[in-house]
């Protein structure tokens, strides 16, 4: 059990270090501070893009360590940075391709207060990324 337990705190740290990771690939690719439009502004477009990103990041570490669990603890750890490095790699350029192929600038957008559409298609958009990465993980 204590080696269970220790292979769930690696994981989760791994996982932890992914999303955070991928809030600062977001806040990169929107103007000002992520976390104060979100915390301090309110912004729900903001906030609904970043918990859409972190599902999906979420989705792609779970299935990471699902399949690659029984490999050997290394190995598997190994897989899952690697496959989660690739998700919030993909997932930014998903958001650039959005961002150039919809009129205006799409961080702007989502930075807004009041509520703008374009909020859930960034959001499908992260979803859409981490369900192929996920199915190309899948056996």
């Known amino acids: 059990m204590l080696e269970s337990i220790g292979y769930a705190v690696a994981y989760t740290g791994v996982g932890i270090a992914l999303l955070t990771l991928g809030f600062f ?3 990169l690719l ?3 501070h992520l976390g104060r439009h979100i915390y301090e502004h309110r912004s729900v477009n903001a906030a609904v893009t970043l ?3 972190f599902l999906g990041q979420g989705a792609i570490v779970f299935a990471s360590i699902w399949i690659s669990g029984t ?3 290394g190995q598997a750890l190994l897989y899952t ?3 989660g ?4 790699v993909l997932q930014a350029a998903a958001f650039v391709v959005l961002d150039l192929i919809t009129p205006g600038r799409l961080g702007e957008h989502l930075m807004e207060k009041a509520f703008h559409p374009a909020c859930l298609v960034s959001a ?3 979803l859409a990324v981490a369900a192929i990465i996920v ?5």
């Open 135 to 139: 199915a190309s993980i899948w056996p």
């Open 85 to 88: 490095i690739l998700g919030v």
């Open 81 to 83: 940075v690697v496959f």
């Open 25 to 27: 690939a977001l806040d």
């Open 71 to 73: 490999s050997g603890f």
């Open 124 to 126: 499908a958009v992260q």
């Open 30 to 32: 929107t103007p000002g």
């Open 51 to 53: 918990a859409a990103g």
